[in-house]
């Protein structure tokens, strides 16, 4: 597609539920990272996936959160029995590789979690 | 650890006029990438220019130039001629082979005419 796209772009979930979180990321990138921005706050690293290397999931805040990536494309975060911290902006984005850090990472708009 | 920090949570311009944003960052490594993300109400983070450690000349791209100093791990943004459109959160990145893109807590910057 012609940007990273994630969904839903919003979701009110009650605590104690499960939920999934999609990123489509840019065609041809084989690097895809999931942040997590707190209102007011900066991004918060969570877990990064690069090819059919091993994720990176040192950023993940605990063992309800999880993310997979299917076919190197697609990617979910799910975030098992959601408690009110949780509520957030969980940002998706993707760039072409890792080798060359300067690359340009491009971000989706984001999916708004507010849990109840 | 690396750490990024932006020690303006807000700052005003008026148009037209210029800004000057701060951020200063920690490491110990001596090759890596400093960048500035705008991200605008609509929420996606929007790269607005970005510096190589080892090029001495400060990167400018149209009316955004940064002023890199190495030695005071220092790398502020600078906004010529601002538009209502720069008003949005701004967050400054650091990134090596060694580790992630990580972002300081980023300064709102509102446009008034």
């Known amino acids: 597609g012609a940007g990273v796209s994630q969904s839903p772009s919003n979701k009110v979930t009650e605590k104690g539920k499960d939920v999934e979180l999609r990123c489509d990321p840019i065609?041809?990138?084989?690097?895809l990272y999931w942040y997590r921005q707190s209102l007011g706050q900066g991004l918060e690293f969570l877990i990064y996936?690069?090819?059919?290397?091993?994720?990176?999931k040192s950023g993940l805040p605990s063992d309800r959160f999880s993310a997979e990536r299917t076919g190197g494309s697609v990617s979910t975060l799910t975030i098992q029995r959601t408690q009110q911290e949780d509520s957030a902006v969980y940002l998706c984005a993707s760039s072409t590789t890792s080798g060359s850090y300067g690359n340009t990472i491009y971000f989706g708009e984001g999916s708004w979690l507010t849990v109840v | 650890a690396q750490t990024v920090t932006q020690s303006q949570p807000e700052m005003s311009v008026q148009e037209a006029e210029t800004v000057t944003l701060s951020c200063t960052y920690d490491t110990s490594e001596s090759d890596y990438y400093l960048f500035w993300y705008k991200q605008p109400p609509s929420r996606q983070m929007i790269l607005v220019i970005r510096?190589?450690?080892?090029?001495?000349q400060n990167a400018t791209e149209n009316r955004f130039s940064v002023n890199f100093q190495k030695a005071a791990k220092s790398f502020s943004l600078k906004i010529s001629d601002s538009q209502l459109g720069d008003a949005a959160m701004y967050f400054c990145?650091?990134?090596?082979?060694?580790?992630?893109?990580?972002f300081g807590t980023g300064t709102r910057l509102q446009v008034t005419l």
């Open positions: 065609s041809g990138h084989t690097a």
């Open positions: 990145a650091y990134r090596s082979a060694a580790s992630k893109l990580t």
């Open positions: 510096q190589e450690a080892y090029k001495q």
């Open positions: 996936f690069q090819g059919n290397s091993a994720p990176d």
